[in-house]
């Protein structure tokens, strides 16, 4: 079975200050996409970074990093110089291509609330 | 930057009622989603669609729905007769498969359906 699994249902961070989010994923899929996304209150999934399984330098977009761990399964994002506008939700997902379609599953997600 | 449009933003129906959800993706995307949220919870997989026919559907995608791309533009979810349990926010969302921002699942602003 395909799972993401999140543990960390609800996390804070102090204005400035640096958060990591952790993700791990199992699939029998040698070829996969992860990505995180992020869903601030009452507003849509945004995509906040994206990871291709077949390369091991960790993706980075500005102040939003990777560790991306392919033997442990592991996606943990780092939000560094965490700001107010990072509060929402959090969402991890991975891709795979299953029988000429893109499936997605997706993690539980966990809330982030940065504080001032 | 294009994006995944969604109507009504919200609809309030009574229990039994048909409601239909209307998507308009992205022009040039080929592979087609809906999702949905119950309370800003976990996101559930409904049903994918490429090349005019449902490629998956999960166990919530039972006999009460169904899906369209009646004009080659929109893409709509209907529910035949619904529940108090299907209220929720359904997202859309679509993939261009190739190209620039291959792989990526783009979600529109979503419609929040409330069954009264």
């Known amino acids: 079975a395909q799972t993401v699994t999140q543990s960390q249902p609800e996390m804070s961070v102090q204005e400035a200050e640096t958060v990591t989010l952790s993700c791990t994923y199992d699939?029998?899929?040698?070829?996969?996409?992860l990505f995180w996304y992020k869903q601030p209150p009452s507003r849509q999934m945004i995509l906040v970074i994206r990871q291709e399984a077949y390369k091991q330098q960790n993706a980075t977009e500005n102040r939003f990093s990777v560790n991306f761990q392919k033997a442990a399964k592991s996606f943990s994002l780092k939000i560094s110089d965490s700001q107010l506008g990072d509060t929402a939700m959090y969402f991890c997902?991975?891709?795979?291509?299953?029988?000429?379609?893109?499936?997605?599953?997706f993690g539980t997600g966990t809330r982030l609330k940065v504080l001032a | 930057e294009p994006e995944v449009t969604q109507t009504p933003s919200h609809q309030v129906t009574q229990m039994g009622q048909e409601v239909i959800l209307r998507c308009v993706p992205i022009s040039n995307h080929l592979y087609f989603y809906w999702y949905r949220q119950i309370l800003g919870q976990k996101v559930e997989f409904l049903v994918s669609?490429?090349?005019?026919?449902?490629?998956?559907k999960s166990e919530i995608f039972d006999d009460q729905f169904s899906v369209e791309r009646p004009d080659g533009s929109n893409f709509t979810l209907k529910i035949r007769s619904t529940k108090l349990e299907d209220s929720a926010m359904y997202f859309c969302?679509?993939?261009?498969?190739?190209?620039?921002?291959?792989?990526?699942?783009?979600f529109g602003a979503g419609s929040r359906l409330t069954v009264l």
């Open positions: 969302a679509s993939n261009g498969g190739t190209g620039r921002g291959a792989n990526v699942l783009t």
């Open positions: 669609f490429y090349n005019n026919e449902i490629s998956e």
């Open positions: 699939t029998s899929e040698s070829n996969y996409y």
């Open positions: 997902a991975f891709m795979i291509l299953n029988s000429g379609t893109y499936k997605y599953i």
